[in-house]
């Protein structure tokens, strides 16, 4: 079992839905990253949190340190969103990152 | 500047050939990162520089060897690769905030075939 797992591994919809996409971890973290990868291309940080909700235009993450738990929420979606969108977590103590196995994201028009 | 860059985007090279990659960023950061995507995967940890020193290396084929010349720069010296090393070799950095971590940033990546 990976010490970070995301779901789901694939998601298609619809052009302006709501989009949540969840991230589950195992281990204890000192923060999370969302990182978005479009196809053929590199990656870009989203948003790094280790506590508490980041908003940053249509996208918000939150984290709940308790439960382990954190999600990524894209509101009225567009196809440009579309990309792979990958969670990972600075373990602590570490240096590194844990990486969850992403999860592509389809916004059709 | 949020920058991280790396040359080339795209490599071919010969499984008996000697070539490098290359990653810069001036962003005063003193962590940088080697990683390797294969298709359709996260990116796997090849190596740490911390403050220009090794920190940390992931158990990797010596025909992979990575070098910092300095804070801002970062290679990877590839030798003797096989065809199953074709990926996608993405290069980041960070800064350090005492034991906080920070953002990764991460460069557009090289897209490497050996034949």
């Known amino acids: 079992k990976n010490e970070v797992e995301q779901s789901p591994q694939n998601l298609t919809a619809q052009e302006g839905e709501f989009i949540t996409i969840n991230c589950s971890y195992s281990?204890?973290?000192?923060?999370l990253h969302w990182l978005q990868q479009h196809p053929g291309g590199g990656i870009v940080s989203l948003f790094m949190?280790?506590?508490g909700k980041k908003k940053h235009g249509r996208l918000i993450a939150t984290i709940n340190i308790q439960e382990k738990h954190s999600s990524l929420h894209i509101t009225a979606s567009h196809p440009r969103d579309s990309a792979v969108y990958i969670c990972?977590?600075?373990?602590?103590?570490?240096?590194?990152?844990?990486f969850g196995q992403g999860t592509r994201l389809t916004i059709n028009p | 500047d949020t920058e991280v860059t790396q040359t080339p985007k795209h490599l071919v090279m010969g499984m008996t050939n000697k070539k490098s990659l290359k990653c810069e960023q001036h962003?005063?950061?003193?962590?940088m990162y080697w990683y390797k995507q294969k298709a359709k995967k996260p990116p796997e940890l090849m190596f740490v520089?911390?403050?220009?020193?090794?920190?940390i290396n992931e158990s990797v084929p010596s025909r992979f060897s990575p070098e910092c010349p300095n804070s801002s720069l970062l290679n990877l010296h590839l030798h003797a690769l096989q065809p199953e090393d074709s990926a996608l070799y993405l290069c980041?950095?960070?800064?350090?905030?005492?034991?906080?971590?920070?953002?990764?940033?991460f460069g557009p990546g090289t897209r490497l075939t050996v034949l």
């Open positions: 281990v204890g973290i000192s923060a």
């Open positions: 520089y911390s403050y220009e020193k090794l920190s």
């Open positions: 962003m005063g950061h003193r962590a």
């Open positions: 980041a950095s960070r800064d350090y905030r005492g034991s906080a971590p920070d953002t990764q940033y």
């Open positions: 949190l280790s506590s």
């Open positions: 990972a977590a600075y373990v602590q103590g570490a240096q590194k990152l844990v």
